[in-house]
């Protein structure tokens, strides 16, 4: 296993380090900081995109437009359609229940948390992918105010 050191700008480290207080997996946080504070604040030489021959086919409407560069739209719409099989197949399905039964054979590289009764969970895989696919969806009727279950209306 190779290791790197990042040199981290000290308003970048305190921002990981407020983040991590909140229980966030430490490593997919640190990424996401740091590729936005990339983004943000230096400017990068355009990388050449590999030829790729596509059929003209868009991603679904569904998916999120900010999800993290480093994923493909097909890895990130594969995760979304089996937490979308999850909540059909279940009829119903809370944040928790479809982080502990679809996130560990879908996780796209985030650590998986342990799901422990009554502790907060708070990781990017659920708020910058899955909720906002799931948002997004069409087949999925979303909580409202005070509710916790996502169903399946399709």
Do not use: C
Request: cysteine-free.
């Amino acid at each position: 296993m190779k290791r790197w050191t990042i040199s981290v700008p000290d308003d970048v480290a305190e921002e990981v380090m407020a983040e991590i207080s909140y229980g966030d997996s430490r490593s997919e946080w640190i990424v996401d900081a740091i590729e936005a504070k990339l983004q943000g604040d230096i400017e990068t030489q355009p990388v050449k995109e590999p030829d790729i021959q596509t059929d003209n086919v868009s991603a679904p409407s569904w998916i999120p437009e900010d999800v993290p560069k480093r994923f493909s739209e097909e890895e990130v719409a594969e995760v979304i359609e089996a937490a979308v099989r999850y909540i059909q197949e279940q009829k119903k399905a809370t944040m928790r229940e479809i982080v502990r039964d679809v996130m560990p054979q879908n996780s796209l590289g985030y650590d998986v948390p342990q799901v422990e009764q009554g502790k907060r969970i708070r990781i990017a895989w659920w708020r910058k992918i899955v909720r906002p696919g799931l948002v997004n969806h069409p087949d999925i009727r979303t909580p409202g105010p005070s509710e916790s279950y996502y169903y399946w209306s399709g």
